[in-house]
């Protein structure tokens, strides 16, 4: 009696994975990041959702993976929400400084920026994490008057930090050592965070 070929999902394997990473890939690029979901990218692939749970861990890490980032700046900034606000800019220079100079996960976050910066769908995709990974979650655990913009202020100076010392390479900033770093950045970081103060009325003249 001849045994029937296997029904149901697709098993686990190296294969697929490769598989939901090409789906993911492709729609993210097309779709953008909000509208593509672990449910809809493991229903094309033919696998159940927890697979994809088990292989990425959450939607940050299939981004993650299917730009094939070793390591993934939103998932360093979660990290650093946990903890102490006083201390959060310096952990967050920290934990990006390490993984933008890890030898495996430095050069692919600097092929992602300069793909970003001469691609348009690239860069819409990038855009929109960083809005929903980074500004909205600062955004939140801030909380308080104008925090989506005090969030967004803050993201916008580490952002000059990465372009100056990892992709324009300009000197001092890129020969500074992250100690260094920490000490004249942490500061500013902070007062971006901070709440706005009331209005100072402007001097009769």
């Known amino acids: 009696m001849n045994k029937s070929a296997p029904r149901g999902r697709r098993p686990g394997s190296p294969d697929t994975r490769g598989v939901i990473l090409d789906i993911a890939r492709r729609r993210f690029l097309a779709e953008g990041y909000h509208a593509v979901t672990l449910r809809s990218v493991a229903a094309e692939a033919g696998v159940d959702l927890a697979l994809i749970s088990y292989f990425f861990g959450s939607k940050k890490g299939l981004f993650g993976a299917a730009l094939a980032l070793a390591a993934?700046?939103?998932?360093?900034?979660?990290?650093?929400?946990?903890?102490?606000?006083?201390?959060?800019p310096q952990r967050v220079l920290r934990g990006l400084l390490t993984v933008w100079e890890d030898p495996v996960a430095g050069p692919t976050l600097l092929a992602m920026l300069r793909n970003a910066s001469q691609d348009e769908a690239f860069a819409a995709l990038v855009k929109e994490v960083v809005e929903r990974e980074i500004v909205d979650r600062v955004a939140a655990w801030l909380g308080g008057p104008a925090a989506r913009k005090r969030a967004a202020a803050f993201c916008s100076q580490v952002a000059g930090?990465?372009?100056?010392?990892?992709?324009?390479?300009?000197?001092?900033?890129?020969?500074?050592?992250?100690?260094?770093?920490?000490?004249?950045?942490a500061p500013p970081l902070r007062r971006a965070l901070q709440e706005p103060g009331p209005a100072r009325p402007h001097p009769h003249r």
Do not use: Q
């Open 72 to 88: 993934n700046p939103a998932e360093v900034l979660v990290k650093a929400l946990e903890g102490d606000r006083v201390d959060f």
């Open 161 to 185: 930090l990465i372009v100056t010392r990892y992709l324009l390479r300009l000197e001092p900033v890129v020969s500074m050592t992250p100690d260094e770093i920490v000490r004249h950045l």
